[in-house]
C-alpha cells in the first residue's frame, strides 16, 4: 500500500499508553551518541579500510545491545558513476555553447536546447541509483548492517518502523553548500537563457539580452560545470556531523528503546553503507525486501547529519514528512521543510516508490560549507541537537505505532519520557492522538 493510501485512511482509535505499547528502556542518552560521534570521526569513504572499520564498530554495538545483526553486501559503481557523471557534464556544456551559436538565426531553438541544459544539470545525481547493478564485477563493495530483536513475536505487529543511517563518508574540492549553490546557478543561468530564447522568437530582444544570449551567458554556465566536473570525490573528511552523528543517534536508539512482545510496532535498525557514493545501500535494502516493505504499514526514519543546530530539517515523502512536523511541533522542536537539488538521502528511493519515508536532519544549511570537508570535525557537533533528533524520531515512531495498534488499548502515543520534555515546555500538551 503506498504512503498516501496509509496516511489518508482513518485510525479510528487513540494511541496506546507509551505510543503504541512501546516501553522506554532507558531515557535516550546523548552523551553515548556522542561517544559514537567521537569513535567514528575518521575517513570512511566507501571501499576503504576506514568504511570496513566503521562497519565493524557498528555491527559490534548492535549486538552488545542485545539485537541479531546481518549484513548485506552489495556492489559499489563508483567509477561508471563518475565517467557518467562528466559525460552528463560535457552534454550539458555543448548543448549550452549550441544555444549561444543558434540564437541570432533561431532562438526558439536555442531556447529548447538550454531548457535541455537546464534539466541535464542535476542529473549525475538524480540517476546516480540506476548504475548501481554494474557495481558488481568491479571490485568495490559495501554493505548494510540491519538489525532486529530476537523475539520472533514482534514480527506479528501491525506496523513497523526502519531507523536507518548511512556510516560512509567522502570529502570533496568543494564542500556540499558551495556545490549545491553552483548548481543552483547552473540550472538558474539555463532557465533565463531559455525564457529569452522563447521571448526573443516572439518578438525582438533587447541589445543587453543578446550580449547575455549570444555572449557571455553560456560561457558562465561552461566555466560553472567545467568546476562541478572537477569536483573529484576524495577521502580526507573525519564526517562528524555528515553522518557519524546520524549513526550515534542510531545505536542511542538501538540500546534505549524496545517494543513490547505482542504491542503493535516491529523496529528495524539499518546501517546503510554507500549514500555518499549513490544511495547504493538504501536502494539495496529497497530492493532485496520489496515484498516485505509492502506487507504491512512501514515508515522509515532516516537519520542524517543531526548533530548541528538548533531546529530540525525534514524531507521526505509528503504525508511523512507533515507526520513529522506534527510531532515536531508537539515537542517543542522547530522544525523546516528541505529540498535540494545536486544532493541526495536515504529516504529518496522509499519516496519514489510511494513508501512512507523521511529524513530528519540538523541544520545542514548553516553548516553547508563545513560538511564533505576535511573541517567536518568533532568538535562542531552539539550534544543538543542529537537529542532532540533522537526525541523527534523516537516521537514519529511512536506515532506511527499509535495508528496501527490494537484495539481496546488506549492512552498518549507518546512515551512517558517524552512526555515529560513536552510538559516541561508546553504543560498543556499531554496526548499524542
Known sequence: MECQQLMSQPVGVE????????????RFDEARAWEHVRALSYPRRVGSLGERRACRYVRRRLEEYGLECRRERFGVPRRLRALVAWGVMGLCAGLVIGGGWLWRSAPLGAG????????????????AGRLRRSGEARGIRSANLVATQRDAALAGAPARVVFMAHYDTKSQLLPTGLRVGLVYAAMGICLVLAAAGVAAAVEPTPDRVSRLAAGYGPWVVVAILGVLAANVTGNRSPGA?????????????????RPSAGEPLEVVWVASGSEEAGLDGAWDFLERHESWWREKPTLLVNLDSVGAGDMVYLAGEPGS????EEVASRLGIGWA?????????????????????????????????????????PERVE????????????????????????????????????ESEIGSRDPGITAYA
Not at 494511541?15 to 532507558?26: F, H
Not at 557519524?244 to 528503546?257: D, H, I, K, Q
Not at 514528512?321 to 513529522?324: E, H, Q, R, S
Not at 533528533?389 to 507518546?414: H, M, N
Request: proline content about 4%; overall charge positive; glycine content about 12%.
Open 15 to 26: 494511541g496506546p499508553s507509551g505510543c503504541g505499547g512501546a516501553e522506554w528502556v532507558d
Open 383 to 418: 550534544h543538543a541537537a542529537m537529542r532532540r533528533a533522537g526525541l523527534l524520531a523516537e516521537g514519529v515512531a511512536r506515532a506511527w505505532a499509535a495508528r496501527y495498534q490494537r484495539p481496546g488499548r488506549s492512552g498518549s502515543g507518546l512515551s512517558p519520557n517524552t
Open 321 to 324: 514528512v507533515a507526520l513529522a
Open 337 to 377: 521543510r528541505l529540498r535540494v537539488v545536486g544532493a541526495a538521502m536515504d529516504h529518496q528511493p522509499f519516496a519514489a516508490q510511494g513508501l512512507c519515508a523521511v529524513s530528519l536532519l540538523g541544520d545542514v544549511v548553516r553548516h553547508a560549507l563545513v560538511l564533505h570537508s576535511a573541517s567536518d570535525r
Open 241 to 257: 556531523l555528515d553522518n557519524a552523528t546520524g549513526v550515534g543517534v542510531l545505536l542511542e536508539l538501538a540500546r534505549s528503546w
Open 112 to 127: 529548447v536546447m538550454w531548457l535541455v541544459a537546464a534539466w541535464l544539470v542535476n542529473r549525475p545525481w538524480a540517476w
